[in-house]
C-alpha cells in the first residue's frame, strides 16, 4: 500500500491563478481531510469527507473547494490565489474509528 | 479559542533521559487523544492513542498519561533516542472523528548527545 499520497510536493502560484491539490489513498478509507499548517502552528482543518459524494466544511474553509467523486481521491481547490494561503497543506484518511493517516504534504507558495 | 494546547514550542532533552510532552485540552466532549510526530517535509505520522476510558497506554518506549480531572495529558518516551528529534503534535476528537481532529501547535523535542 502507498497509504496517503499528494501531488505536487512543492508549488509556486501568483496572486489570482488557480491550482488543484491531489490527493490520493489505497487503504479504501471513507473519511478523508485536507488540513493546512502554518509556521509554528497546527493543523487547522479546511475541508472534510465522510464518503463519496459528501463534503463538509472545517474550520477555515474559505478561498478552497473540494468534490469526492470516488472514494480514492479527494482533490482541493483553490480558486483565487492569495498570500495568505501560502501553508502546507496535509491531506489524511481515516476509517471508522480507526487512526488518521497523512500524505507527506504540499508546500505552497503564493506571490 | 485554542481547544488543544501544547504551551511548550521546544524541549531539549539529553540522550537516555526521559521526555515529557504535555498537552491540556479545554472541550470535555473530546474522547480520543493521539500523538503524532513530525519531521521536516514529511506528514504526521501516528504515534499513540488513548481513549478517555483509560488513563494509561504503553507502546514500547512511549507512554501516554491522561488525567481527565486536569484534562491534561502527557507523552513519556524513555529512554530518549537521537531519532526521537521531532516535532509532536498532540490532537484530539470527539465520538468517531469523522469531522477531523483538533491539533495543538506542537513540542519541538531536540534530543542532546
Known amino acids: 500500500n502507498a497509504g496517503v499520497t499528494q501531488t505536487p510536493k512543492f508549488r509556486i502560484l501568483k496572486i489570482g491563478q488557480s491550482m488543484t491539490l491531489q490527493c490520493t489513498q489505497d487503504m479504501n478509507h471513507n473519511y478523508m481531510y485536507w488540513y493546512r499548517q502554518d509556521p509554528g502552528m497546527g493543523l487547522k482543518l479546511i475541508y472534510y469527507s465522510v464518503g463519496a459524494g459528501i463534503t463538509d466544511k472545517g474550520e477555515v474553509p474559505n478561498g478552497y473547494n473540494v468534490s469526492r467523486s470516488t472514494t480514492e481521491d479527494f482533490p482541493l481547490r483553490l480558486e483565487l490565489a492569495a498570500p495568505s494561503q501560502t501553508s502546507v497543506y496535509f491531506c489524511?484518511?481515516?476509517?471508522?474509528?480507526?487512526?488518521?493517516?497523512f500524505g507527506p504534504g504540499t508546500r505552497l507558495l503564493v506571490l | 479559542d485554542q481547544q488543544v494546547k501544547q504551551n511548550s514550542p521546544s524541549l531539549s532533552v539529553q540522550e537516555g533521559r526521559i521526555s515529557i510532552l504535555n498537552c491540556d485540552y479545554t472541550n470535555s466532549m473530546f474522547d480520543y487523544f493521539l500523538w503524532y510526530k513530525k519531521y521536516p517535509a514529511e506528514g504526521p505520522t501516528f504515534l499513540i492513542s488513548i481513549s478517555s476510558i483509560k488513563d494509561k497506554n504503553e507502546d514500547g518506549r512511549f507512554t501516554v498519561f491522561l488525567n481527565k480531572s486536569a484534562k491534561h495529558l502527557s507523552l513519556h518516551i524513555v529512554p530518549s533516542q537521537p531519532g526521537d528529534s521531532a516535532v509532536y503534535f498532540c490532537a484530539a476528537r470527539d465520538g468517531e472523528g469523522a469531522d477531523g481532529l483538533t491539533f495543538g501547535k506542537g513540542t519541538h523535542l531536540i534530543i542532546q548527545p
Open positions: 489524511a484518511s481515516q476509517q471508522g474509528k480507526e487512526t488518521q493517516y
